[in-house]
């Protein structure tokens, strides 16, 4: 059944996209095994559940804060360069960890582990969106995206679970060696990927900052990539940010078991999964129309969380919610490496990154004092309408509906008239 994947012309016959996948899969089982490891190290030690947070916080700051950098080494080399070493760097960083008992780690070593990890993922989140076109034809770029979104969905799952069960079986040492393991492991699988090489962006380098500069005009060039990263912004920040800390919060206490909380998780991720396959099935004319509106859905989850009658509505309204991702995975990667010329390509991801995640933190942060302040069903329905409102204004935007502007490719000869 699976053999017509791998027949000629389908997907995974380009072999430089067969071993870009696994690598993702084993990159991000590393990623997302690391911090459970981590975390049982820190509490060892005897840090404290603020401790852990502020040292696991530290990777999404160090990512935001060095995402213009990467974006801009990621444009200026190969980006199979740039994963190869970002996945060898995120290997001998987490390695460090093996030679130190967990009674005796300081706080600082951690969160300086912890750093710079996150400062790779600003190398290789670029990278991996931008090398994409340069191995897959065009007509292959949806489905290439979301299957390596569904890569990157399995191992956010499969990771945890590698680590607990590491964890309970050798120890945190064996789990922190087995991460390392799986880094190098996606680095090697890279080294047979070929990349096409970009003849517009084989050009002398500007100076450094000039570069980080012209990937922001890039954006504002292109209306529509800069109101959607506005909006995402913003939603992400005071709506999900809000709804990831009371979803625990308010499962736990009213039902008396973390297994709702968990349950209502996983079924959010199948929601997505099944709501990105079932858009790249389909032929849309208006594709930025599609994804806002189905993001609109989104609002099922902090309602729910706001009148939590029963198990059963939650796992419904987080079924339902997690439609409302799927077709950011199938449209959002294709349009803009169609749209925006490839030699610019990672720093538009990078700013991508910087702007959609970088207030999450921030979000997440305030989200027990506004709940204390105004109570959590005011709350919880303010965010609802306030991600309406938002959904509705970005659609004015020209070129959002259509994911595509009209323009000519960017150029700073055409920034400038524009």
Same mark, same amino acid.
Request: proline share 6%.
């Given at each position: 059944?699976?053999?017509?994947?791998?027949?000629?012309?389908?997907?995974?016959?380009?072999?430089?996209?067969?071993? !870009?996948?696994?690598?993702?899969?084993?990159?991000?089982?590393?990623?997302?095994?690391?911090?459970?490891? !981590?975390?049982?190290?820190?509490?060892?030690?005897?840090?404290?559940?603020?401790?852990?947070?502020?040292?696991?916080?530290?990777?999404?700051?160090?990512?935001?804060?060095?995402?213009?950098?990467?974006?801009?080494?990621?444009?200026?080399?190969?980006?199979?360069?740039?994963?190869?070493?970002?996945?060898?760097?995120?290997?001998?960083?987490?390695?460090?960890?093996?030679?130190?008992?967990?009674?005796?780690?300081?706080?600082?070593? !951690?969160?300086?582990?912890?750093?710079?990890?996150?400062?790779?993922?600003?190398?290789?989140?670029?990278?991996?969106?931008?090398?994409?076109?340069?191995?897959?034809?065009?007509?292959?770029?949806?489905?290439?995206?979301?299957?390596?979104?569904?890569?990157?969905?399995?191992?956010?799952?499969?990771?945890?679970?590698?680590?607990?069960?590491?964890?309970?079986?050798?120890?945190?040492?064996?789990? $922190?060696?087995? &991460?390392?393991?799986?880094?190098?492991?996606?680095?090697?699988?890279?080294?047979?990927?070929?990349?096409?090489?970009?003849?517009?962006?084989?050009?002398?380098?500007?100076?450094?900052?000039?570069?980080?500069?012209?990937?922001?005009?890039?954006?504002?060039?292109?209306?529509?990539?800069?109101?959607?990263?506005?909006?995402? &912004?913003?939603?992400?920040?005071?709506?999900?940010?809000?709804?990831?800390?009371?979803?625990?919060?308010?499962?736990?206490?009213?039902?008396?078991?973390?297994?709702?909380?968990?349950?209502?998780?996983?079924?959010?991720?199948?929601?997505?999964?099944?709501?990105?396959?079932?858009?790249?099935?389909?032929?849309?004319?208006?594709?930025?129309?599609?994804?806002?509106?189905?993001?609109?859905?989104?609002?099922?989850?902090?309602?729910?969380?706001?009148?939590?009658?029963?198990?059963?509505?939650?796992?419904?309204?987080?079924?339902?919610?997690?439609?409302?991702?799927?077709?950011?995975?199938?449209?959002?990667?294709? &349009?803009?490496?169609?749209?925006?010329?490839?030699?610019?390509?990672?720093?538009?991801?990078?700013?991508?990154?910087?702007?959609?995640?970088?207030?999450?933190?921030?979000?997440?942060?305030?989200?027990?004092?506004?709940?204390?302040?105004?109570?959590?069903?005011?709350?919880?329905?303010?965010?609802?309408?306030?991600?309406?409102?938002?959904?509705?204004?970005? !659609?004015?935007?020209?070129?959002?509906?259509?994911?595509?502007?009209?323009?000519?490719? $960017?150029?700073?000869?055409?920034?400038?008239?524009?």
């Amino acid at each position: 059944m699976l053999k017509k994947y791998f027949e000629p012309g389908a997907l995974f016959s380009y072999r430089s996209y067969r071993n !870009l996948w696994i690598s993702t899969v084993l990159t991000i089982v590393a990623m997302t095994a690391f911090p459970i490891a !981590l975390a049982i190290s820190v509490l060892d030690a005897g840090g404290s559940a603020t401790i852990l947070g502020l040292i696991l916080g530290v990777r999404i700051v160090a990512g935001v804060i060095f995402a213009p950098i990467g974006g801009v080494w990621a444009d200026r080399l190969p980006r199979r360069t740039v994963l190869i070493a970002a996945d060898g760097f995120r290997a001998v960083i987490g390695s460090i960890v093996v030679f130190v008992e967990p009674e005796s780690i300081s706080f600082w070593a !951690l969160g300086a582990i912890i750093f710079f990890m996150g400062v790779s993922d600003a190398f290789g989140g670029p990278a991996v969106g931008a090398i994409i076109p340069s191995i897959l034809p065009d007509h292959l770029l949806p489905v290439g995206n979301v299957v390596r979104g569904i890569a990157t969905k399995g191992g956010t799952i499969a990771g945890p679970g590698i680590a607990g069960v590491l964890i309970v079986s050798f120890g945190t040492h064996a789990t $922190y060696i087995a &991460t390392s393991c799986f880094f190098l492991l996606g680095a090697a699988m890279l080294f047979r990927v070929t990349e096409k090489t970009n003849v517009k962006g084989q050009r002398e380098p500007e100076k450094f900052l000039h570069e980080v500069k012209e990937g922001l005009r890039v954006v504002w060039y292109y209306k529509w990539i800069a109101a959607m990263i506005v909006m995402a &912004t913003f939603q992400l920040m005071m709506v999900v940010g809000v709804e990831n800390v009371l979803l625990p919060v308010i499962t736990k206490r009213d039902f008396g078991t973390a297994a709702v909380y968990a349950t209502a998780a996983a079924l959010f991720s199948a929601g997505g999964l099944i709501s990105a396959i079932i858009s790249i099935k389909m032929k849309i004319k208006n594709p930025g129309t599609v994804a806002v509106v189905v993001w609109g859905l989104f609002i099922f989850a902090p309602l729910v969380l706001a009148f939590p009658s029963s198990r059963e509505l939650i796992y419904l309204a987080y079924f339902l919610a997690g439609f409302s991702v799927g077709p950011w995975e199938a449209f959002w990667f294709t &349009t803009v490496q169609r749209e925006v010329p490839a030699e610019y390509q990672a720093r538009v991801f990078s700013i991508d990154y910087m702007g959609t995640v970088g207030l999450l933190p921030l979000g997440m942060a305030i989200a027990g004092p506004l709940a204390d302040w105004l109570g959590e069903r005011p709350l919880l329905i303010g965010i609802s309408i306030l991600h309406i409102a938002i959904c509705a204004a970005v !659609l004015f935007v020209p070129g959002v509906k259509q994911m595509k502007s009209g323009l000519p490719p $960017y150029t700073p000869k055409s920034a400038i008239s524009s």
